[in-house]
């Protein structure tokens, strides 16, 4: 995030803090199911869907109305967006509302789409690991298209990280030692997370889940690394609450507060997740949970209103954490983010 709009990001931030108000600073908006690979853990299973895609009329308008709302950076998701043909006007018209654009890929479909892309202003490319352990989790022949998308990307001057998903096949130390050192010769940063709560019905995930010790391990030495100065997204403290969390299998604490320290989520006040079918939700992780309403239908306020009343407390997520850091206003977080910025990353 740019140095202007994050100093406009933290001042309605603390505008909506000091009033009890709530702003969407921060959306990801899946813009299709359609998608190139079948990823099992994927949180929406979308490769299965049959969702009809957003209009491209009904996408611009999407993005006209949560620029009056206040939105100050959007994340462009699916299933792969890159899919879409008019990826190009959605981006555009993200960047004339004056929002950050932000984008999740696989990474496939890069070097097709590369012209698109080189406006947004940061791609995270998904890849988990060595060939073996990233095609165990994500497709038999995915690790070379990753690589190649990876390659087009920089090479096209845009700004790139690689996010790794930690699962039984990727939690060992050979493997977090290959994205770090991977992150490092690209020059890039690497961000670790982990099984997200998938929707009702589709608990496909729990197969991939490793066991609490061997994601305690993972997430220590991810800090190590971390205090060591190599190029990992999110901080310190984030990563330490997965070593802390007591079962990684209870991924939210819905209708209940832990009892143990946890960070305060601050979704659906501060974030707002549309899905591929319209309807907006605080998080991805409460698909089929939470009564979420079609924006097409209830309008886009009604339904980002209806997110405030959600009951889930805290998950151990990194991404999730860092963002609820900073929205509960973290000094030392917010610190590090402001020097990351000034770094260029």
Known sequence: MGILNRASYMATLVKDKTTGGGTPLTVVLNVTSRCTLQCG?????????????????????????????????ITLGGGEPLTRGDIGKI???IKLNGIECGFNTNGTLIPLRIKELKNADMICVSLDGPEKVNDLNRGQGSHK??????????????KTHISSVITRHNCQ???IDWIVEFAKEKGIQAE????????????DSDRFMAENKAIRK??????????????IL?????????????????????????????????????????????KVYPCVQLI??????????????????????YPCFACYFPCFNEFSSIANLDLGIISGQILSTLKGH
């Open 91 to 93: 981006i555009k018209r």
């Open 288 to 309: 089929g949970t939470f009564p979420a309403l079609d924006f097409r239908k209830a309008g886009l306020e009604k339904a980002w209103a209806n997110c405030a009343n």
């Open 218 to 231: 993972a997430a220590r030495r991810i800090i190590e690394y971390k205090k060591a100065g190599a190029p």
């Open 173 to 175: 130390p050979e493997s």
């Open 41 to 73: 853990y994927c949180y929406g299973q979308y490769f299965k869907s049959k969702q009809k895609d957003f209009s491209t009329k009904e996408l611009l308008g999407l993005v006209d109305s949560l620029g009056k709302l206040g939105t100050r950076s």
């Open 145 to 158: 298209m990753i690589m190649t998308g990876i390659d087009t990307a920089l090479q096209a001057g845009i």
């Open 234 to 278: 999110f901080s310190e403290k984030v990563y330490k609450l997965v070593a802390d969390w007591p079962d990684h299998r209870k991924r939210l604490y819905l209708g209940e507060k832990p009892k143990f320290k946890y960070i305060p989520c601050a979704a659906g006040r501060f974030m707002m997740f549309i899905d591929a079918d319209g």
């Open 192 to 203: 670790f997370n982990f099984l997200f709560q998938q929707a009702e019905g589709k608990r």
